[in-house]
């Protein structure tokens, strides 16, 4: 059954530090999405992306954030000035238009 | 604001011993609404979609049924197993994309 990838699983970066975020949707998805997960709380929406844009994005996803489709499997969620409060697990999602089917997630710590 | 509350937060149940949790909603419009299992350090797996109200939908030991303002998982005769965190959520419709709004979530701890 085909399934979502992210890699890594676990990512340890310092504060103001560059990290990307790596994820394989479901080869004929069209919808893409990350999501993060602070511990303990809710999965809250980050981003959006259909036909190789961004659909909709939250007040999360601020200048700090961007997202890449390079290829035709890989989506890519970069960080470019790490915080201690982007410390979360990051699912990345994806959907042919209904159910959305998440990766394992990454675990990012910043110190 | 679109909401999504379930209840309870905890649940502790011994095997065999069957209950329902609970997910309400306030979306104007609702477009579906999805149930997910998410397991500790886990992405969220995808388990039921319903549609309009008076759908039920099923899964070896789950039932998920929908209503107008709320959703309801019925999980019978539960084995340790079934132990995992609930989630609901609700797709809020962007353009041709749709963001999921999730609810807190109902952690559920069944007992051998």
């Known amino acids: 059954e085909p399934e979502v990838t992210q890699t890594p699983s676990h990512q340890v970066t310092q504060m103001g530090q560059e990290v990307i975020l790596r994820c394989v949707p479901i080869?004929?998805?069209?919808?893409f999405y990350w999501y993060r997960q602070i511990l303990g709380q809710k999965v809250e929406f980050l981003v959006s992306?259909?036909?190789?844009?961004?659909?909709?994005k939250s007040e999360i996803f601020d200048d700090q954030f961007s997202v890449e489709r390079p290829d035709g499997s890989n989506f890519t969620l970069k960080i470019r000035s790490t915080k201690l409060e982007d410390s979360a697990m990051y699912f990345c999602?994806?959907?042919?238009?209904?159910?959305?089917?998440f990766g394992p997630g990454t675990r990012l710590t910043v110190t | 604001e679109d909401q999504v509350t379930q209840s309870p937060e905890a649940l502790r149940l011994q095997e065999g011993e069957s209950s329902s949790l609970n997910c309400s909603y306030t979306?104007?419009?609702?477009?579906?609404l999805f149930w997910y299992r998410q397991d500790p350090g886990k992405g969220p797996e995808f388990l039921f979609t319903?549609?309009?109200a008076g759908e039920e939908k099923e899964k070896e030991r789950l039932k998920a049924t929908l209503t107008k303002k709320e959703s309801f998982l019925h999980i019978t005769a539960p084995k340790p197993e079934d132990s995992a965190t609930y989630l609901c959520?609700?797709?809020?419709?962007?353009?041709?994309?749709?963001?999921?709004?999730f609810g807190s979530g109902t952690q559920l701890t069944v007992l051998p």
């Open positions: 979306v104007s419009g609702l477009r579906g």
């Open positions: 319903l549609y309009s």
């Open positions: 999602a994806s959907s042919r238009g209904g159910e959305q089917y």
């Open positions: 080869s004929n998805h069209l919808y």
């Open positions: 959520a609700v797709p809020i419709y962007s353009g041709s994309a749709r963001q999921l709004t």
């Open positions: 992306f259909y036909n190789n844009e961004i659909s909709e």
